[in-house]
Antibody
Framework: EVQLVESGGGLVQPGGSLRLSCAVSGFSFSSYWMSWVRQTPGKGLEWVANIKQDGGDKFYVDSVKGRFTIFRDNAKNSLFLQMNSLRADDTAVYYC???????????WGQGTLVTVSS | DIQMTQSPSTLSASVGDRVTITCRASQTINSWLAWYQQKPGKAPNLLIYKASSLESGVPPRFSGSGSGTEFTLTISSLQPDDVATYFCQQYDSYSSLTFGGGTRVEIK
């Protein structure tokens, strides 16, 4: 059974940092592109970042470029999102998701809530 | 970036009704479109990919059509379990993926 389990969310002050983790099981993690997607009540679903199987290629939505870094540890079947210089509009539920044979999301985690507030 | 516009934002229909949701892309995306269902408090769930291919395990009352810039998701006979929000997503460019704003489906 494919499972993706996020952790690391919480309350952080504006300008602060947070690292999200996603533990994966049930499939060959190193064979798939992986992503982070976030969701807010006001803005709906927003793709945040993608990372290639070997970690060599990474892509980001413009609003997080230079602040967020996606990376992975294939030996530990884990995906990460390092978030720096956090802003109030980064407040969202963050999902870890697997990219299928093309660039749609075929499996999702349950999400972790990040709240940026003073 | 490619913008995705869904309509309507909310719809209310009776059990057994045929329901159609539309998604329009700001530029052509060929057939690189997926549809997701999201129930309250849960993660989205893939229904359709490549505009019309049904994901394994998804009931056949769900279908997708379209290409280019206009796409539809159809529920042939609405069931109580289908109450959810539905999102489209384009994947024409793997470096910039975008979602529609969502359509909330309710039972009348």
């Amino acid at each position: 059974e494919v499972q993706l389990v996020e952790s690391g969310g919480g309350l952080v002050q504006p300008g602060g940092s947070l690292r999200l983790s996603c533990a994966v099981s049930g499939f060959s993690f190193s064979s798939y592109w992986m992503s982070w997607v976030r969701q807010t009540p006001g803005k709906g679903l927003e793709w945040v970042a993608n990372i290639k199987q070997d970690g060599g290629d990474k892509f980001y939505v413009d609003s997080v470029k230079g602040r967020f870094t996606i990376f992975r540890d294939n030996a530990k079947n884990s995906l990460f999102l390092q978030m720096n210089s956090l802003r109030a509009d980064d407040t969202a539920v963050y999902y870890c998701a697997r990219l299928g044979t093309m660039d749609y999301f075929d499996f999702w985690g349950q999400g972790t809530l990040v709240t940026v507030s003073s | 970036d490619i913008q995705m516009t869904q309509s309507p934002s909310t719809l209310s229909a009776s059990v057994g009704d045929r329901v159609t949701i539309t998604c329009r892309a700001s530029q052509t995306i060929n057939s690189w479109l997926a549809w997701y269902q999201q129930k309250p408090g849960k993660a989205p769930n893939l229904l359709i990919y490549k505009a019309s291919s049904l994901e394994s395990g998804v009931p056949p009352r769900f279908s997708g059509s379209g290409s280019g810039t206009e796409f539809t998701l159809t529920i042939s006979s609405l069931q109580p379990d289908d109450v959810a929000t539905y999102f489209c997503q384009q994947y024409d460019s793997y470096s910039s993926l975008t979602f529609g704003g969502g359509t909330r489906v309710e039972i009348k």
